[in-house]
């Protein structure tokens, strides 16, 4: 999974469960928000992205991820 998360350094891998899914490609590793790369979803308030949102809560939510880190930044994350 490539992902752009904060303050992050490019090639570093974070393992941990994820925490909180924020929308369709965004999600939460032990707290830290991470941006998944090459994914673009519907924002919450565009049609299908609630029911985006649910479809990843369902796939990742609460289960473990290893996520290598691209360095990016993008917005918070």
């Given at each position: 999974?490539?992902?752009?998360?904060?303050?992050?350094?490019?090639?570093?891998?974070?393992?941990?469960?994820?925490?909180?899914?924020?929308?369709?490609?965004?999600?939460?590793?032990?707290?830290?928000?991470?941006r998944l790369n090459g994914?673009?979803?519907?924002?919450?308030?565009?049609?299908?992205?609630?029911?985006?949102?649910?479809?990843?809560?369902?796939?990742?939510?609460?289960k473990p991820v290893q996520?290598?880190?691209?360095?990016a930044k993008t917005y918070?994350?």
């Amino acid at each position: 999974m490539g992902v752009v998360g904060s303050s992050a350094t490019a090639g570093e891998i974070i393992k941990g469960k994820v925490t909180h899914v924020r929308d369709v490609d965004t999600i939460e590793v032990s707290g830290l928000p991470v941006r998944l790369n090459g994914l673009d979803g519907q924002e919450l308030d565009e049609r299908g992205g609630k029911a985006g949102k649910r479809f990843m809560q369902g796939l990742v939510l609460h289960k473990p991820v290893q996520c290598e880190l691209t360095g990016a930044k993008t917005y918070d994350r």
